[in-house]
Structures are given as C-alpha cells and as structure tokens.
C-alpha cells in the first residue's frame, strides 16, 4: 500500500494542474494511524465533493470490546463517534480556501435519532472503525490547490481523527454512559414484549418538541407522569428502578380535549421505535420495534391490495379483494395502509383522528340508521378493531378526541388533560353503556393473502442512465418519477430515504422476479442489511456516504407507493 509520503509527492507533481490531474489521487494511503481512503474525486471544484474514508484498526482505536461486540451498542458507539468526529470537522471545514466547493469537509448529521448509517461502521468482531466523508478538494480557478488539500489531509484530518476515533482521546465516562443508555433501552424493548406491552413512557419524559422545524426538547414542558392504575416499574440494567406508563396490548384511546398534548403523545410513541440520545427527553419512550403509524393518505398509488376486509360492493364494482388505484380516497388509501401494515408484520397501529377519514374510522349510529349497512361499502376501522386484535394479534393505540364511538371498543382509554395523562377506563366505560345501540355484526373477512409478488421492470432498472435521488423526506425521484414519503411519517432522516432508493433498485434488480412475494423480498433485505451492513445493497465503485438504514416497515411503505411496482 502506498503510505502519506506518497500521496505527498503525488499532490506535489499535480500541484497547479487541470483539475482533473486530482483524479490521480483515488486509492488507499497508510496514515501511522489510519488508513485514508480517496474513493472518488470529484470532477471539477463546483461538482459534489470528493469521497473520503478513515480506517483505524481496532487495535489501534483500542476500543473495549464491550463497547461494540453487541449490536445495539455498536449502533451506538457508532453515533457517538460520528457525532464527535462531526463536531471536529466543523472547526476546519471551508478553513482550506479556494473556488466552488473548495475546503469543504463534510460528514453525516445525526439528530436526535440513533440510526445505523454508512457514514461510520465499526466491525463487530475486529473493532476496525471506517468513517466516510466528504472533501472540496481545493482548486484555484480551476486548476489543482495542492497545498490547499496538503493541509486538509496531513493537518486537519489528522487531528480530527486523534480526537475523535480514538479512545485514549475520548472521555472514557460518557462512552460508558452511551452504552449504558442503549443496554437500558434494549432492555426496555426486550421487557415490552416479555410483559405483553406495547410502549413504555418513562415518567419524567419531555415528549413535546421546541417547534415545528425543531425536533429538540420544549423547555419548561409539562414532564410526563403516568397514571397509577396504568403504572409500570422496570428495573434497567444500569439507571436503575424506572417507573412509567406502560400500554397494553389490545386497543387503546387517548381521549381529551383539543390542545391537551394527544397528537404529542402519540408521535412520541411512533419515534419510540428508535432510540433516542441522552437529553432528548425521549429516551425512554420505548415502541414496541413493528408499530406502524397509519394515515389518510389522498391520491397515493394502491396496488393489488386486498382491502376487502374494509372496503368492498363498491359502486363503480371494482374489485376490492386486489384493489389498484393511481389516485386512493382517503378511506381506501387508509384502508390500503392497515393492509400493508398487516403484511409488514405490525403488531401495533398508531392512528391520530387528526390525520385520518372519517369515514373509515367510525359510522355514527344515526347514520346507520339512515343509510342501511348494505348501501355502504365502508366497513370503518372501528368494526374491525377488535378483530384485528383477537383474531391476527395487532394492537391499536388511537387518539380520538371527538368522536365517543370507541369507548365501546377500548380496552384502555386515557385522557390527556392538561398534558398529563388521565387513566378514565372505567369512567367512560360506564358513560358509554348508556348510549349502547345495537349496531349488528360486521360482516365476516377473509384474511388478506399477502401474495403479492412484484415483477422486475428491467427497462427501468437495469440501465446505465438510471437516476435516483431523494429530497429531503419527502421523497424520492425515480428518473422522473416521485415516490412520495412526505406521509410516511416514522421515516426521520432523509438519509433513510437515500438507503430506501438503493434497496429498491437491488429489488428489482435481483428479487422480484414475479415469483417471490413482497414479504420474502423484504425478509431478504432486511437479513441482508442485518448481516452486512446497508454497503451489501449498494454495488458501484465506492459506498455512498449518506445513507441511514430504515426498518423492514418503511421499506415496505417504500415498495408500495412506488407507482412503476409491477404488480
Ligand atoms: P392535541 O392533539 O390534544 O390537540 P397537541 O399534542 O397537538 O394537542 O399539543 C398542543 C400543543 O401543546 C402543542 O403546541 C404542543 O407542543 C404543546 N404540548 C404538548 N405536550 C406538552 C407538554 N407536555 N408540555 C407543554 N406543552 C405541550
Ligand atoms: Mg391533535
């Protein structure tokens, strides 16, 4: 391997160059203490920057093996790491000067979320750390700054790395204290499914956040405090006794006024499917891993989905038991998402009446009288609820704040009043018999098939000019066709989307082949993803350094609103 003196030379016989002379520099550099990677340069001073890698040994890194032998600590070292490092590369990025993107240094962003990304991967048995970057390699005009990158490469990244990605130079407690965090909240997830549990929401936990664009604490927010009667005590391995409102299982209300902390609630369980770092105010609100949030979503794409449990004897007589739209309803695009959750193996719905169809969540009983059940395709979620209980295993936790209709069906309802949750079960229990009516049954449902089984568009996919590109969360540009995320709301990270992208073009490049069904593809990937990191879907020349590993649910919500699915 070629070593810095090397890259040095080299740097120096370019020096003042045609841009383009920096091509030179792609291959691996043996740095005393790391290894630099120049995966790929960059073409001109104004295009995206060049790619870069560090590879420190875990012997050289020293890291205790405790710290990353088991993979929820690992994904936490990782982000803490990532973190650190970030925060050096701020101090030097744009210090090196020159034109277009010149000097710029570049890493992954984490926010409150801990994900599992390309941007820093540690191996779990070796301990070998590798952080990817991004560098403007600098240019005068457009000829090669050599001296610029010189004190890039030999100056600041070095001390970037010394700092950050060694653990002599790391404080040795709050690296016991990341890990500690993540075995507590392993430990919250595993108790969950022990003890027949759904969430977990710590007292003292901050759910709301400081603004729409923030996704920081509030300050001076009303601190969560769990009703008694609902009062669960966890032991963690390292905080200690832990009390908090634990849901059960089954269906569950969160009921209250507007404006009491309801939707506050419910979108800090939906994030509890992943960790959150220490003083987020979140970090032991725990979801049970599969939950799904479910919402009205007008105008998405539907294909072959069996919603006949929900919908069906449609007007028009579309056929419901494999029900295709361009443009879904609110009912039927909600109807659609339970479906798609049922397939995405969710063991929890999360619903806020905010974001739904009325007309799928409830049929009030003045209207059943007028409009007779047979004239009426909809059969809401509410008729569906239990059975989607008792009968496939799948929990509900709802907010409704104005319609009383699922009194009758919760197990558990819960009043947030004055952002303090209110344990009203029996209350409201007792309210309710007095409206009893008599609905009748709802019609029996054959459990959907979940057969689906995609057929490769290999015009599409398997060409040279193929472009993907992800914006923001929103979505993501398939040549020119969108995939709109904007709904899928558990996505967090736009880095997320970017895996999204090249998980489905490995899709349809080597699982759908008409045969294996949606489920089997997404087991696939998601073993593949588990076993050897999001790089094993990648392919190309080098590894993209934005990318931030989704779970099996979004991947899922990717494949079906992606209109060109051939299914
Ligand atoms: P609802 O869904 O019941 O109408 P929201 O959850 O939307 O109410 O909350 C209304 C407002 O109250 C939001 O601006 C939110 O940030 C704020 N809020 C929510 N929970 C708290 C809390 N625990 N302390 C202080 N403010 C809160
Ligand atoms: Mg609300």
Redo the contacts with the bound molecule.
């Keep these: 391997m070629k070593n810095a003196e090397d890259l040095r030379a080299l740097l120096d016989r370019i020096d003042r160059r045609g841009y383009p002379a920096y091509k030179d520099t792609k291959g691996t550099y043996a740095f005393g203490k790391y290894v630099l990677g120049i995966d790929h340069v960059q073409g001109d001073p104004f295009a995206a920057p060049s790619k870069v890698s560090i590879h420190v040994s875990g012997k050289t890194a020293g890291f205790p093996a405790a710290l990353y032998n088991e993979r929820h600590r690992r994904i936490a070292l990782q982000d803490y790491l990532l973190r650190q490092f970030g925060r050096w590369i701020d101090d030097y990025s744009f210090k090196a000067r020159g034109s277009g993107k010149s000097g710029l240094m570049g890493v992954s962003r984490p926010e409150q979320e801990i994900l599992e990304r390309s941007a820093c991967r540690i191996e779990e048995k070796t301990g070998d750390i590798c952080v990817r970057m991004e560098i403007g390699f600098p240019a005068n005009g457009r000829t090669v700054n050599a001296g610029e990158l010189k004190k890039i490469l030999f100056g600041f990244l070095p001390e970037c790395v010394e700092k950050s990605l060694l653990y002599a130079s790391l404080p040795a407690g709050k690296l016991r204290e990341n890990a500690d965090l993540a075995d507590d909240q392993q430990y919250i997830r595993e108790k969950l499914a022990e003890q027949d549990l759904v969430v977990f929401v710590a007292n003292g936990a901050?759910?709301?956040?400081e603004s729409g664009v923030s996704d920081r604490p509030?300050k001076?927010?009303?601190?969560?405090s769990s009703p008694k009667t609902l009062e669960v005590t966890l032991k963690l391995p390292h905080k200690g006794e832990l009390k908090g409102m634990g849901i059960r299982k089954g269906i569950t209300m969160i009921a209250?006024?507007?404006?009491?902390?309801?939707?506050?609630?419910?979108?800090a369980i939906e994030r509890g499917v992943y960790n959150h770092i220490a003083g987020d105010g979140r970090e032991y609100v725990i979801t049970q891993d599969t939950a799904m949030k479910i919402r009205a979503e007008d105008g998405r794409s539907v294909k072959n989905v069996d919603i006949s449990m929900f919908i069906r004897d449609l007007p028009n007589g579309k056929d419901t038991k494999s029900f295709y739209s361009e443009d879904a309803s609110g009912s039927t695009s909600q109807a659609a998402g339970v479906v798609e959750a049922m397939e995405a193996g969710a063991g929890l719905l999360l619903i806020?009446e905010?974001t739904s169809a009325t007309n799928f969540m409830i049929r009030d009983e003045l209207m059943q009288r007028v409009v007779n059940r047979s004239k009426e395709p909809i059969i809401p979620f509410i008729d569906r609820v239990k059975e989607l209980y008792e009968k496939e295993g799948v929990s509900t936790v709802l907010?409704a704040?104005s319609s009383g209709s699922y009194f009758f069906k919760a197990d558990c309802i819960i009043q947030?009043d004055n952002?303090r949750p209110v344990d009203i079960t029996e209350f409201a229990k007792k309210e309710a018999e007095a409206f009893r009516v008599e609905a009748g049954e709802a019609p029996s449902y054959e459990r959907p098939a979940f057969a689906r089984c995609p057929m490769s568009d290999k015009a599409v996919w398997d060409n040279d000019r193929l472009k993907i590109k992800t914006m923001g969360l929103d979505g993501i540009l398939i040549n020119k066709e969108t995939i709109d995320m904007r709904y899928v709301e558990q996505l967090v990270d736009a880095e997320q989307l970017g895996a999204l992208g090249y998980l489905l073009k490995y899709a349809e490049l080597h699982l759908f082949d008409g045969r294996r069904t949606i489920r089997e593809a997404v087991a696939m990937l998601s073993k593949l993803i588990a076993e050897k990191g999001i790089e094993a879907v990648c392919g190309g020349t080098y590894l993209p350094i934005h990318l931030a590993v989704p779970r099996a649910q979004e991947i899922y919500a990717c494949f079906n609103r992606y209109r060109g699915l051939r299914l």
């Design positions: 901050v759910l709301p956040r509030m001076g927010a009303v601190v969560f209250g006024g507007g404006y009491h902390g309801k939707s506050t609630l419910l979108e806020d905010d907010v704040g947030m952002y």
